[in-house]
C-alpha cells in the first residue's frame, strides 16, 4: 500500500494543467488508430480467387498401338475402348487397374470382352496393327450385354477419345 | 529494488503520464472512434450473393477436341443436363406434376391474358399494355381488344391469300399484335427493323419474299416499292388516331393495281362487333410458324436474314426469364419498357417474356432512338427498361457531369465500393441522401426503376460498354444494369451477366465488360482462330454457339473472345 500512497501523493504533486493541446501523444496515438480502423473498414476487400479448374483433357484418335500405354501402369491414366469410343477409367483403377479383375482390359479394346462377359487374354484383339474388332460374329444376347456396359461407362466415366485402327487416324469421325 | 520493479514503475509512470495528458479533444477523438465501430458494426451486410458463385459462373466441359476449348456452360444449366428449351407450358387439365410442352408465341399470348395461374395473391393478375405518345400522353389497350385485333387482323391477311407477312413498324402494339396473329393464324412474320432506307426495305422484302406488309404511312414508301418489287399482294396501313379520316384505301393511279391496301383500323372498325373475339383453339392447333429477322450490321452493310423457329424463340424467352432470380423475377406489379427496337431478339424475347409473366408492357415508338434514358422512360414509371447500349453511355455522360462536387463525389465513391464488396446499396442514411441529392429521375416516379438489361450487338458496331461505367449506371439508375451478349444467329442473347454481379475490373480488352456465362439455353466454345490459339491455360479464339435458342442449333459468330479467370465470357 506504501507504494500506491506514494504514487497518489506523487501525481497529486504534478501541475496539472500541463496538456490541453490537441497534439499530445495520447492524442496522436487516438487518433493513428482511428485512422487505421477507417482504412481497414474502407479498404475493398480482396476478390476471392478460387484455384482454377483442372485444363479440360483434349479429345484424342488412338490407335490400338498409342492407347497400350494407358493400361495404369507407372502412374499412367487407365483407358479401355468399347466400340471405338475410349473411356478414361482412371477412378475405377481397383477394377481396372493393374492387379484388379479387369485389368486385362486396360489400354485395349474390351468390347469383345464385356459383351461376352468374359475377362479373358483371348478376348483381345492380339494384332495391334491391324483391322479393329468388328464385333460380327457377336449373337443378340451378347451386343445387349455391351450396349449395357457402354450405357454404364458413358454414365460414368468420361469418353476423351476414339480408337480407329492403324491407317485410318486421318478418317473424319463417324457421327451416330 | 529489483530490475522488474523498476520495469513496472516505469510502466506505471509512463501509462498515468500518458493518460493524465486526457483532455477535451482526447474525448472528441474517442467518440468519433466509438462511433466509427459502432457504424460499421449496424451497418454491416452480407453480399446479395456468395462470393463464390461470381468467381466462377460457367462449368467447362472435362474433354475439349484438339483446337478448341472446352464447352463452356451457365452454372444453371450443368452438363449432362438438356439445356433449357422451353417455357414448361402446362395445357388446362394437364396434370400438375406432367412435363409441360415448349410452347410457342401462341402460348404466350394465351399466358398474357388468362393471368397468373400459380396459386397465391397475385392469383388471375394480368398486366396492361400501354403506349406512350409523345411526352405525357398514355393510352392502355384492354386485352380483349387486342385478341379481337389479332384475330381479326390474322382472318383478313389470311383470307386476302397472304402468307409472309413483313412488319415494317417502329416498337407498337400493333408490331406485336401482328407477331401474334402470324402466329395464330400460321403466317409466316418477318419482322424489319425500322427506319431504313428506300432500296434497303426492297432489298429486305425480296430476299424474304414476303407477299404482305404491315407498315406505318409516311415511313413506308408504297410507290417505289409497288414498282420494284411486284411481289407485293397486300399492304395494311396502322393509321394514327390524327389521320385515320383520309382515305388510305385508294391505291394510287397507275401504280400497285394488284397490290390489295386496307388499313389497320377499317379491317377492325368494319368487322361486327361480336367477331374475332376467341382465339383459334388449342387443340389440334398447326405446327408453330418460323419467324424471320433481320440483323442490322453497321451502317453500309447488309442486313443477315435469319429465320427462326418457333422453339428457338421460346427458349430464347424461356432463358430470359431464367436470368432474373426467381424471388426477384418480372411479375405483374413490373412495368416493361422496350426501348430498344423490337427487331433485337434480345429486346423481342425480353418483351414475350414479360407478356408471359403477366408484368406490364409499355410501348414507345420513340424510345429506340431516344438520346438518353430519362427521354426514353418519359411520361411512365417503368420499373424494367431494355435500353441501347448508346443511351446509357449518354446517361452515364450526363450524369457523371453532376457528380462534380466532393461529397458527391466522395459518396459515390463509398457507393461503388459498397458494390464492389457485392453489396447494392439500397437503404441507410447515406444511401437515401445519395438517392435523394444526386440521383436523376428516369420515369414519372423516382425509384421505381429496378432493372436496366442492355445488349451488345455483334457486328453493329455498337457502343461498347465498360464494367466501370455500368457499375456507375447501377448506381445512377438504382436498378441492377445486365449486359448481354447478342448476335445475329442467336435468339435472345449468348451470353448475360448476373444480376447480383457488381464486380468492377481495370484493365479491360477494348474497355468493353465482360458478358457474365453463357445463357441457360446455350453452350459457348471458342476455336482456334488467327493467332488465338486454345491451350490448357486459356481459352480463346472464335465464339461457336450450340443450343435450341440457336438458329440452326449451331452458330460461329465471327467474332474472337476468351474465356476469363470467373469464367465468363469477354471479347478477346
Same mark, same amino acid.
Given at each position: 500500500?506504501?507504494?500506491?500512497?506514494?504514487?497518489?501523493?506523487?501525481?497529486?504533486?504534478?501541475?496539472?494543467?500541463?496538456?490541453?493541446?490537441?497534439?499530445?501523444?495520447?492524442?496522436?496515438?487516438?487518433?493513428?488508430?482511428?485512422?487505421?480502423?477507417?482504412?481497414?473498414?474502407?479498404?475493398?476487400?480482396?476478390?476471392?480467387?478460387?484455384?482454377?479448374?483442372?485444363?479440360?483433357?483434349?479429345?484424342?484418335?488412338?490407335?490400338?498401338?498409342?492407347?497400350?500405354?494407358?493400361?495404369?501402369?507407372?502412374?499412367?491414366?487407365?483407358?479401355?475402348?468399347?466400340?471405338?469410343?475410349?473411356?478414361?477409367?482412371?477412378?475405377?483403377?481397383?477394377?481396372?487397374?493393374?492387379?484388379?479383375?479387369?485389368?486385362?482390359?486396360?489400354?485395349?479394346?474390351?468390347?469383345?470382352?464385356?459383351?461376352?462377359?468374359?475377362?479373358?487374354?483371348?478376348?483381345?484383339?492380339?494384332?495391334?496393327?491391324?483391322?479393329?474388332?468388328?464385333?460380327?460374329?457377336?449373337?443378340?444376347?451378347?451386343?445387349?450385354?455391351?450396349?449395357?456396359?457402354?450405357?454404364?461407362?458413358?454414365?460414368?466415366?468420361?469418353?476423351?477419345?476414339?480408337?480407329?485402327?492403324?491407317?485410318?487416324?486421318?478418317?473424319?469421325?463417324?457421327?451416330? | 529494488?529489483?530490475?522488474?520493479?523498476?520495469?513496472?514503475?516505469?510502466?506505471?509512470?509512463?501509462?498515468?503520464?500518458?493518460?493524465?495528458?486526457?483532455?477535451?479533444?482526447?474525448?472528441?477523438?474517442?467518440?468519433?472512434?466509438?462511433?466509427?465501430?459502432?457504424?460499421?458494426?449496424?451497418?454491416?451486410?452480407?453480399?446479395?450473393?456468395?462470393?463464390?458463385?461470381?468467381?466462377?459462373?460457367?462449368?467447362?466441359?472435362?474433354?475439349?477436341?484438339?483446337?478448341?476449348?472446352?464447352?463452356?456452360?451457365?452454372?444453371?444449366?450443368?452438363?449432362?443436363?438438356?439445356?433449357?428449351?422451353?417455357?414448361?407450358?402446362?395445357?388446362?387439365?394437364?396434370?400438375?406434376?406432367?412435363?409441360?410442352?415448349?410452347?410457342?408465341?401462341?402460348?404466350?399470348?394465351?399466358?398474357?391474358?388468362?393471368?397468373?395461374?400459380?396459386?397465391?395473391?397475385?392469383?388471375?393478375?394480368?398486366?396492361?399494355?400501354?403506349?406512350?405518345?409523345?411526352?405525357?400522353?398514355?393510352?392502355?389497350?384492354?386485352?380483349?381488344?387486342?385478341?379481337?385485333?389479332?384475330?381479326?387482323?390474322?382472318?383478313?391477311?389470311?383470307?386476302?391469300?397472304?402468307?409472309?407477312?413483313?412488319?415494317?413498324?417502329?416498337?407498337?402494339?400493333?408490331?406485336?399484335?401482328?407477331?401474334?396473329?402470324?402466329?395464330?393464324?400460321?403466317?409466316?412474320?418477318?419482322?424489319?427493323?425500322?427506319?431504313?432506307?428506300?432500296?434497303?426495305?426492297?432489298?429486305?422484302?425480296?430476299?424474304?419474299?414476303?407477299?404482305?406488309?404491315?407498315?406505318?404511312?409516311?415511313?413506308?414508301?408504297?410507290?417505289?416499292?409497288?414498282?420494284?418489287?411486284?411481289?407485293?399482294?397486300?399492304?395494311?396501313?396502322?393509321?394514327?388516331?390524327?389521320?385515320?379520316?383520309?382515305?388510305?384505301?385508294?391505291?394510287?393511279?397507275?401504280?400497285?393495281?394488284?397490290?390489295?391496301?386496307?388499313?389497320?383500323?377499317?379491317?377492325?372498325?368494319?368487322?361486327?362487333?361480336?367477331?374475332?373475339?376467341?382465339?383459334?383453339?388449342?387443340?389440334?392447333?398447326?405446327?408453330?410458324?418460323?419467324?424471320?429477322?433481320?440483323?442490322?450490321?453497321?451502317?453500309?452493310?447488309?442486313?443477315?436474314?435469319?429465320?427462326?423457329?418457333?422453339?428457338?424463340?421460346?427458349?430464347?424467352?424461356?432463358?430470359?426469364?431464367?436470368?432474373?432470380?426467381?424471388?426477384?423475377?418480372?411479375?405483374?406489379?413490373?412495368?416493361?419498357?422496350?426501348?430498344?427496337?423490337?427487331?433485337?431478339?434480345?429486346?423481342?424475347?425480353?418483351?414475350?417474356?414479360?407478356?408471359?409473366?403477366?408484368?406490364?408492357?409499355?410501348?414507345?415508338?420513340?424510345?429506340?432512338?431516344?438520346?438518353?434514358?430519362?427521354?426514353?422512360?418519359?411520361?411512365?414509371?417503368?420499373?424494367?427498361?431494355?435500353?441501347?447500349?448508346?443511351?446509357?453511355?449518354?446517361?452515364?455522360?450526363?450524369?457523371?457531369?453532376?457528380?462534380?462536387?466532393?461529397?458527391?463525389?466522395?459518396?459515390?465513391?463509398?457507393?461503388?465500393?459498397?458494390?464492389?464488396?457485392?453489396?447494392?446499396?439500397?437503404?441507410?442514411?447515406?444511401?437515401?441522401?445519395?438517392?435523394?441529392?444526386?440521383?436523376?429521375?428516369?420515369?414519372?416516379?423516382?425509384?421505381?426503376?429496378?432493372?436496366?438489361?442492355?445488349?451488345?450487338?455483334?457486328?453493329?458496331?455498337?457502343?461498347?460498354?465498360?464494367?466501370?461505367?455500368?457499375?456507375?449506371?447501377?448506381?445512377?439508375?438504382?436498378?441492377?444494369?445486365?449486359?448481354?451478349? &447478342?448476335?445475329?444467329? =442467336? @435468339? /435472345?442473347?449468348? $451470353?448475360?451477366? #448476373?444480376?447480383?454481379? !457488381?464486380?468492377?475490373? %481495370? +484493365?479491360?480488352?477494348?474497355?468493353?465488360?465482360?458478358?457474365?456465362?453463357?445463357?441457360?439455353?446455350?453452350?459457348?466454345?471458342?476455336?482456334?482462330?488467327?493467332?488465338?490459339?486454345?491451350?490448357?491455360?486459356?481459352?480463346?479464339?472464335?465464339?461457336?454457339? &450450340?443450343?435450341?435458342? =440457336? @438458329? /440452326?442449333?449451331? $452458330?460461329?459468330? #465471327?467474332?474472337?473472345? !476468351?474465356?476469363?479467370? %470467373? +469464367?465468363?465470357?469477354?471479347?478477346?
Amino acid at each position: 500500500m506504501d507504494y500506491v500512497q506514494q504514487r497518489v501523493a506523487q501525481e497529486a504533486a504534478k501541475d496539472g494543467g500541463a496538456s490541453s493541446g490537441f497534439f499530445t501523444p495520447l492524442n496522436l496515438i487516438l487518433l493513428a488508430v482511428v485512422f487505421y480502423t477507417t482504412f481497414s473498414f474502407l479498404k475493398p476487400k480482396t476478390p476471392l480467387a478460387i484455384p482454377k479448374e483442372e485444363p479440360a483433357v483434349v479429345f484424342r484418335t488412338f490407335t490400338p498401338r498409342t492407347l497400350l500405354p494407358y493400361n495404369g501402369e507407372n502412374n499412367q491414366p487407365v483407358y479401355l475402348a468399347v466400340r471405338g469410343r475410349v473411356f478414361d477409367v482412371t477412378r475405377g483403377r481397383n477394377f481396372y487397374g493393374p492387379g484388379g479383375p479387369y485389368a486385362n482390359f486396360a489400354g485395349r479394346d474390351a468390347s469383345r470382352g464385356l459383351a461376352k462377359g468374359s475377362f479373358d487374354e483371348d478376348m483381345l484383339t492380339k494384332d495391334l496393327d491391324g483391322p479393329l474388332d468388328t464385333l460380327a460374329d457377336l449373337t443378340r444376347d451378347e451386343l445387349e450385354a455391351m450396349a449395357g456396359w457402354e450405357e454404364r461407362f458413358q454414365e460414368k466415366y468420361l469418353v476423351v477419345g476414339r480408337l480407329v485402327a492403324v491407317g485410318d487416324e486421318d478418317k473424319e469421325e463417324t457421327k451416330e | 529494488m529489483g530490475f522488474f520493479d523498476n520495469l513496472l514503475l516505469s510502466i506505471d509512470e509512463g501509462i498515468t503520464g500518458l493518460f493524465a495528458q486526457w483532455n477535451v479533444y482526447t474525448s472528441i477523438i474517442f467518440t468519433l472512434f466509438a462511433g466509427i465501430i459502432t457504424w460499421q458494426i449496424s451497418t454491416r451486410q452480407e453480399p446479395d450473393t456468395h462470393p463464390f458463385l461470381l468467381a466462377r459462373q460457367a462449368q467447362g466441359s472435362p474433354v475439349r477436341q484438339p483446337g478448341e476449348s472446352p464447352v463452356y456452360r451457365s452454372q444453371a444449366a450443368p452438363h449432362g443436363m438438356p439445356l433449357n428449351a422451353g417455357l414448361n407450358v402446362k395445357d388446362p387439365g394437364a396434370s400438375k406434376w406432367a412435363r409441360g410442352r415448349d410452347g410457342d408465341l401462341r402460348d404466350i399470348w394465351r399466358q398474357a391474358i388468362a393471368g397468373v395461374q400459380e396459386e397465391g395473391p397475385n392469383k388471375g393478375t394480368k398486366g396492361r399494355i400501354l403506349t406512350v405518345e409523345g411526352v405525357e400522353h398514355v393510352v392502355e389497350h384492354s386485352l380483349d381488344d387486342l385478341t379481337r385485333q389479332i384475330n381479326l387482323i390474322g382472318q383478313h391477311i389470311l383470307n386476302q391469300g397472304g402468307n409472309r407477312v413483313a412488319i415494317y413498324l417502329p416498337n407498337s402494339v400493333e408490331l406485336i399484335a401482328t407477331l401474334f396473329a402470324c402466329a395464330f393464324y400460321n403466317l409466316s412474320p418477318i419482322i424489319l427493323p425500322f427506319d431504313q432506307p428506300t432500296d434497303a426495305i426492297i432489298s429486305m422484302l425480296r430476299r424474304s419474299a414476303a407477299d404482305t406488309v404491315v407498315t406505318a404511312p409516311g415511313s413506308f414508301p408504297f410507290d417505289v416499292v409497288v414498282k420494284s418489287y411486284p411481289s407485293l399482294r397486300q399492304l395494311v396501313w396502322v393509321v394514327d388516331e390524327g389521320s385515320k379520316h383520309m382515305d388510305w384505301n385508294e391505291v394510287p393511279q397507275g401504280t400497285g393495281g394488284s397490290v390489295n391496301v386496307s388499313t389497320w383500323q377499317d379491317i377492325i372498325g368494319e368487322a361486327p362487333i361480336t367477331a374475332g373475339k376467341d382465339l383459334p383453339p388449342l387443340e389440334n392447333q398447326s405446327e408453330a410458324v418460323d419467324v424471320t429477322i433481320f440483323w442490322q450490321n453497321k451502317s453500309g452493310e447488309t442486313e443477315e436474314m435469319v429465320r427462326f423457329t418457333a422453339s428457338n424463340l421460346t427458349a430464347a424467352v424461356a432463358s430470359q426469364l431464367f436470368t432474373v432470380p426467381t424471388v426477384k423475377r418480372i411479375g405483374p406489379s413490373d412495368l416493361f419498357l422496350p426501348a430498344d427496337s423490337l427487331a433485337n431478339t434480345h429486346t423481342l424475347a425480353l418483351t414475350l417474356g414479360a407478356l408471359y409473366s403477366n408484368a406490364s408492357v409499355a410501348f414507345n415508338s420513340a424510345a429506340p432512338q431516344a438520346p438518353n434514358l430519362t427521354v426514353a422512360t418519359t411520361g411512365i414509371a417503368p420499373t424494367v427498361v431494355v435500353a441501347t447500349p448508346a443511351a446509357l453511355l449518354k446517361t452515364h455522360e450526363e450524369t457523371a457531369k453532376t457528380f462534380s462536387g466532393t461529397v458527391a463525389k466522395d459518396l459515390h465513391w463509398l457507393q461503388t465500393r459498397s458494390l464492389k464488396d457485392g453489396i447494392f446499396p439500397e437503404s441507410g442514411f447515406l444511401t437515401n441522401y445519395y438517392q435523394s441529392a444526386f440521383r436523376p429521375t428516369f420515369g414519372t416516379e423516382p425509384g421505381k426503376l429496378r432493372i436496366v438489361l442492355v445488349a451488345e450487338r455483334i457486328g453493329a458496331d455498337t457502343p461498347k460498354l465498360s464494367s466501370s461505367v455500368l457499375s456507375d449506371l447501377r448506381l445512377y439508375t438504382g436498378a441492377r444494369v445486365m449486359y448481354a451478349l &447478342t448476335a445475329a444467329k =442467336v @435468339a /435472345g442473347a449468348v $451470353a448475360q451477366t #448476373g444480376y447480383y454481379d !457488381y464486380r468492377v475490373f %481495370d +484493365n479491360e480488352k477494348k474497355a468493353c465488360s465482360h458478358f457474365g456465362p453463357p445463357t441457360t439455353s446455350v453452350e459457348v466454345l471458342l476455336r482456334d482462330k488467327d493467332g488465338f490459339r486454345n491451350s490448357d491455360e486459356l481459352s480463346q479464339g472464335e465464339i461457336i454457339v &450450340t443450343g435450341p435458342s =440457336v @438458329a /440452326g442449333k449451331r $452458330a460461329a459468330l #465471327g467474332v474472337v473472345g !476468351y474465356i476469363r479467370d %470467373d +469464367n465468363t465470357l469477354a471479347y478477346a
